[in-house]
């Protein structure tokens, strides 16, 4: 049995959208792309910029824009949600429509701190509605084969991605005390968690800012993590690399008793099995997959019809942010972190904050 409630309806599902900014024009772009969904409403703050957005981006019909969810749903029948709001709006927002009977897709990270996180997954418990984080760089066509190759090379003894970009960001990124760890490094945390099979138990990390850096914080880190699997991943990356750049995903090398597994990042899938170094072996990737968040988007629209559960649930993705704020603590405090000492805590704070009895008994149960 589902632990979410299923959305039966005929037709495409009929989504309101909350946020009209930046990230929010791309999934408007992706939404009015996908024939299995409808946008019936656009939620804003700032109505003219919701009213700006569907102008400029050529959306028509009789779509609702308003401030809230309710006010929406009250004009017109709503099946689901997608939140592509601040982090800080996230729960509030999450809130609002698991409570009144709306399943959501939710821009990551989940919440802006890891105590947050656990809440909202408790809210979607108690209401039966599915919460589902958008991890977009789970779904591309490459990464899909070579997941595939996961059985050939046996358990994973080791992982590392190498990410290097020149990101040149205006506003709020390039003022944060860790902006690579924080704001892009879940990325790569998300992913390791699927490629290792394991949850993560451990992580040091370092970082530091180059003196060339247009960044306040630190915009280069270096971490380990251990897995439960004894395996290990490494991370080390740059966004103030101005030679040679990597992907937006990284290069990833994945190896384990049966071989090695090469991803480029990009389309360049290869195996060199054990013993035949010298003959690594193309992966064919398929084309016309949904890639990103229109790959999130259909794997939501799918689990809520069928009542599947997906990969990035909140009360799943809880682990990817674990991830962040465990390698946030290792690199200030220069000590090796146990990250489910970082989930217990984080958890028991939610406890202690959580006004809602029936959220509080929820939350005793993850």
Not at 168 to 179: C, I, K, L
């Amino acid at each position: 049995m589902s632990a979410f409630r299923r959305v039966t309806t005929d037709g495409p599902l009929r989504l309101v959208q909350v946020g009209a900014g930046g990230m929010g024009r791309a999934w408007l772009r992706t939404i009015d792309a996908d024939p299995d969904v409808e946008l019936v409403g656009l939620v804003d703050l700032d109505l003219d910029t919701a009213r700006t957005a569907l102008i400029e981006e050529g959306i028509g019909g009789d779509v609702v824009t308003a401030r809230t969810i309710s006010e929406v749903a009250e004009r017109t029948p709503v099946d689901a949600a997608v939140n592509v709001t601040v982090p800080v709006a996230h729960l509030p927002v999450n809130v609002e429509a698991l409570a009144a009977g709306i399943p959501v897709l939710c821009e990551k990270p989940a919440a802006p701190s890891l105590r947050d996180a656990y809440r909202q997954a408790a809210v979607a418990a108690v209401h039966g509605e599915l919460l589902m984080i958008s991890q977009s760089r789970r779904y591309f066509a490459a990464l899909d084969a070579a997941r595939e190759q996961l059985a050939r090379i046996g358990s994973v003894s080791n992982a590392s991605t190498r990410f290097f970009r020149e990101a040149h960001f205006s506003g709020f990124r390039e003022q944060m005390a860790h902006p690579l760890l924080i704001d892009m490094a879940i990325h790569q945390f998300d992913v390791a968690r699927v490629v290792m099979g394991a949850e993560p138990v451990s992580v040091v990390c370092d970082e530091h800012n180059p003196s060339w850096s247009w960044f306040a914080g630190a915009a280069e880190a270096h971490a380990v993590f251990e897995f439960a699997s004894g395996g290990r991943y490494v991370f080390t990356g740059s966004w103030v690399s101005v030679g040679e750049e990597t992907s937006w995903n990284g290069e990833w090398w994945i190896n384990g008793a049966g071989g090695t597994i090469r991803w480029d990042g990009a389309d360049d899938v290869r195996v060199i099995p054990a013993g035949a170094r010298a003959r690594p072996e193309r992966i064919a990737v398929p084309s016309g997959v949904p890639e990103e968040i229109a790959g999130s988007l259909r794997e939501f629209v799918g689990a809520v019809r069928s009542g599947e559960t997906p990969e990035s649930t909140a009360a799943s993705n809880v682990h990817s942010l674990a991830m962040v704020e465990s390698a946030v603590q290792a690199a200030e405090t220069g000590e090796r972190v146990d990250i489910d000492a970082v989930r217990r805590a984080a958890l028991a704070a939610a406890i202690e904050y959580e006004q809602d009895p029936a959220v509080r008994a929820a939350l005793a149960t993850l």
